[in-house]
């Protein structure tokens, strides 16, 4: 992580004038935090005069059912969305992701996810699983 595209992303998050202080390591190389789901980072973060401390957390792909980037991002959304809600846990902030070339971006305001695609000639997908199922083979 560039400090610079952390500085760009925390503007984002918290406003123009918001400005990141530090950027570091939370606990040690052998310790259980960043054995399964990646290495967690503490960002301490001004605005307004006020210091703030932040964790970002992400996971790792492994063989537990996160090896795919959608299997993740679905276990940090759960997390983002259910956070909030737990009695006496910390809270979630905002869920991002970064890009190819390191930047942040955040999907906080998120209500439902869209894909844009190609156009196509031809029938809906729908029309071969009904001619599949009618037959019985494919």
Known sequence: ???????????????????????????????????????????????????????????????FGHEQMEDRARVLMEQYRSFNTLPEHVRSVDIGYFTENGEMRSVRDADEYFLLMEEAEGLEYFHDLNRISRRGEL
Do not use: Q, W
Request: glycine residues 20%.
């Open 1 to 63: 992580m560039r400090p610079e595209k952390v500085e760009k992303y925390i503007k984002g998050v918290f406003g123009a004038d918001a400005k990141l202080v530090s950027i570091g390591d939370i606990g040690g190389a052998d310790e259980l935090k960043g054995f399964g789901y990646g290495k967690p980072f503490r960002i301490e973060v001004e605005v307004g005069g006020v210091k703030k401390g932040f964790v970002l957390s992400t996971m790792r792909g492994d063989s």
